[in-house]
C-alpha cells in the first residue's frame, strides 16, 4: 500500500458524520452531521462537555464504534473514504497510519507482559519480517523518545512498577513505534495529575513538531487544548457548536455555550504555566 499519497487536501476531512445507536423508540444520534477537517501537520482539539460525542466521533475515525452504532457520512483519510473500506484494510490503516490513545493507559496495557514485550509485539504486528531483537530496539528507541529514563532496563519492566504518567508515556512509545500520520489522543491527560498533565501535552507538542503528524486531542477542557492545538471544534449534545482558530475561539466565541466552557479556563490556564515552569523534570518513576 502507499503510504503518504499527498493529495494537496486536508489530512482528514469529515463530511455529515452521524453515529446513532437503536433505541426501543427508533433511534438515538449522538454525533449529529458534523463537518471538520485536519490540515496536514494540524492539531485539531475537540472540546466539549461529558457526553457531547467526542469519544464516538473518534471512535467513528478508527472504525471502532461499540457493537449496533450506526455510522452515516464520509470521512476522508489522505484521499481515501475510510467508511468504504472493509474491516481488513480498515485494520491496516488502524495503527500503522492512524494511531490513538486513550484515557486510561492501565485498561490498554496488559498486566501479565512488560512493557518491552507490548510495544515490541504492536510494532511486529504492523511490520511483516521484523525480528523480536529488532522489535525489542526499536520498544527502547521508542521508550527513549518519550523520554523514560533508563530504557534498556525499563523496558523489561510490567506496567504496575510506572506510576500513571509513565504509563501514557507508555502508550505513547507504543504508537510512535508504528510512525502514523495521523495520532487521536482521547482525554490523554484526564486521569492525570496536574503536573503530570502538562508533561504529557509538551510530549505530544514535541511529536508533532519531531514527526510533522496530525493530532486530534480530545478533551473537555479548553486550557488543555490551547496549548497543543491550533484550531478548535467545540461539541455539544452530538453537535458541532463552533470551530475556528484557537486565538478566534478564546478571543472572540461567537456562541454562549463556548463561552462557558472558557469561563473555566483562565485559573486553570494559570496553573498548568506555573507548574510547567516550577516542576518541569518531576515525575520519573
Ligand atoms: N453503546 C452505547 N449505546 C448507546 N449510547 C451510547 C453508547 N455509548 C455511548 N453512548 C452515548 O453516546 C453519547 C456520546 O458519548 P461519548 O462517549 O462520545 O461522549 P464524550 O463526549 O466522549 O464524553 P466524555 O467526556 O464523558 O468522555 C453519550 O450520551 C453516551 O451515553
Ligand atoms: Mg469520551
Do not use: C, W
Request: aromatic fraction near 4%; hydrophobic fraction near 40%.
Amino acid at each position: 500500500m502507499s503510504t503518504t499519497s499527498d493529495t494537496g487536501g486536508p489530512l482528514l476531512r469529515v463530511r455529515g458524520l452521524t453515529v446513532g445507536f437503536p433505541t426501543a423508540a427508533g433511534s438515538v444520534e449522538v454525533v449529529k452531521s458534523l463537518d471538520f477537517e485536519l490540515a496536514r501537520g494540524g492539531a485539531l482539539g475537540i472540546v466539549g462537555e461529558s457526553g457531547s460525542g467526542k469519544s464516538m466521533t473518534s471512535l467513528a475515525i478508527m472504525g471502532l464504534l461499540p457493537k449496533g452504532a450506526r455510522r452515516t457520512g464520509s470521512i476522508e483519510f489522505d484521499g481515501t473514504e475510510l467508511t468504504a473500506l472493509r474491516e481488513r484494510a480498515m485494520r491496516a490503516v488502524r495503527g500503522d497510519r492512524i494511531a490513538m490513545i486513550f484515557q486510561d493507559p492501565l485498561s490498554s496495557l496488559n498486566p501479565y507482559y512488560t512493557v518491552g514485550t507490548q510495544i515490541a509485539e504492536a510494532y511486529r504486528s504492523h511490520r511483516k519480517g521484523v525480528t523480536r531483537r529488532q522489535a525489542r530496539a526499536v520498544a527502547i528507541e521508542a521508550m527513549e523518545r518519550v523520554h523514560i529514563h533508563d530504557a534498556a532496563r525499563r523496558v523489561d519492566h510490567y506496567p504496575h512498577q510506572f506510576s500513571g504518567g509513565m504509563r501514557q508515556r507508555v502508550m505513547i512509545a507504543m504508537m510512535l513505534s508504528m510512525e502514523p500520520e495521523l495520532l487521536i489522543a482521547d482525554e490523554p491527560t484526564t486521569a492525570l495529575d496536574v503536573t503530570v498533565q502538562a508533561q504529557i501535552l509538551d510530549l505530544l507538542a514535541e511529536i508533532r513538531a519531531d514527526t510533522g503528524a496530525g493530532l486530534i486531542l480530545i478533551t473537555h477542557d479548553l486550557a488543555v487544548v490551547s496549548e497543543v492545538t491550533d484550531h478548535i471544534v467545540v461539541m455539544r449534545e452530538g453537535e458541532l457548536v463552533e470551530q475556528g482558530p484557537v486565538e478566534r475561539i478564546f478571543t472572540d466565541p461567537r456562541e454562549a455555550y463556548t463561552r462557558m466552557l472558557l469561563d473555566a479556563v483562565p485559573r486553570i490556564d494559570d496553573e498548568i504555566g506555573l507548574l510547567k515552569t516550577t516542576a518541569s523534570a518531576e515525575e520519573d518513576r
